[in-house]
């Protein structure tokens, strides 16, 4: 029984008492809930799934997500990291939100958005003997032997490696490390190597290590930002309006 009678009229029994404090929490935290998704609804709090396959030392793609961060500072970004073909089986299966891709974007079923370009750089050991130089091309690293991670990024730069090399006639020496790119810098500053990097890698520190750019026009590539427009998210339909504004703001001028 949750009431008992007594002369003065009811009053609750230690069983109604114990059930008025649980209905209470109930309606409270009913009551949170409630205020929770709608919160989430106008995308004041929750988060969204950001997939990358370069990296947030810097660059344009740290810029971007430094500008949502103060912005939007009770939005939460969850940051994975991968190659192009996971990340993109990951955004597929709606396991991310939101991916960010360098070069090209993920082709059809996506909405995309260019963000900004990177130059391409040749990261080396500033005793190396090419460091005298401010800028270097195709022609003058062609002999190079060149270091990359057997993960991450790496097949697609070796790709990349090699195309460029045989517009010279040349087969590039590659050596894959079973390493993190981070950690393959080391070995170009120990003079094992040198090894092809985008903008956002150069903000990277380590002692010996320096970083030229490509100068011809081709080494400055696209980073789109790629999602699908049938996620119902609304952190995310927050953060594309955020990186659509950021591109306008940041196009590069046309020549």
């Not at 949170?32 to 793609?61: F, K, P």
């Not at 103060?70 to 996971?86: C, F, M, V």
């Not at 090209?104 to 040749?122: P, W």
């Not at 730069?157 to 045989?166: C, D, K, P, T």
């Amino acid at each position: 029984s949750l009431f008992e009678r007594h002369s003065g009229g009811i009053r609750l029994t230690p069983a109604g008492r114990r059930f008025n404090v649980s209905a209470t929490q109930g309606i409270s935290l009913l009551d949170i809930g409630i205020r929770m998704a709608a919160q989430e609804g106008r995308a004041e709090s929750g988060g969204a799934s950001i997939g990358v396959v370069t990296t947030l030392a810097g660059g344009v793609l740290r810029n971007l997500i430094d500008s949502f961060k103060q912005k939007h500072p009770t939005l939460a970004l969850r940051i994975q990291s991968g190659n192009r073909e996971e990340q993109v089986e990951a955004l597929r299966n709606n396991a991310i939100d939101l991916l960010f891709l360098p070069g090209q974007d993920a082709g059809e079923g996506f909405d995309a958005q260019l963000v900004g370009h990177e130059r391409i750089h040749v990261a080396l050991a500033k005793d190396h003997p090419l460091s005298r130089h401010p800028e270097l091309t195709w022609n003058t690293i062609r002999g190079e032997t060149f270091l990359l991670p057997r993960s991450g990024a790496g097949p697609e730069v070796h790709g990349y490696i090699m195309r460029r090399a045989s517009e010279y006639s040349t087969l590039p020496n590659v050596t894959f490390q079973d390493l993190p790119l981070d950690e393959v810098m080391h070995l170009v500053a120990m003079n094992e190597g040198i090894s092809i990097i985008t903008e956002g890698w150069t903000h990277i520190q380590a002692p010996n290590l320096a970083f030229r750019p490509l100068n011809q026009p081709s080494e400055i590539i696209p980073l789109f930002a790629v999602w699908s427009s049938k996620r119902d998210n609304p952190a995310l339909r927050r953060f594309v309006s955020h990186l659509r504004s950021f591109a306008r703001l940041n196009a590069m001028p046309s020549t």
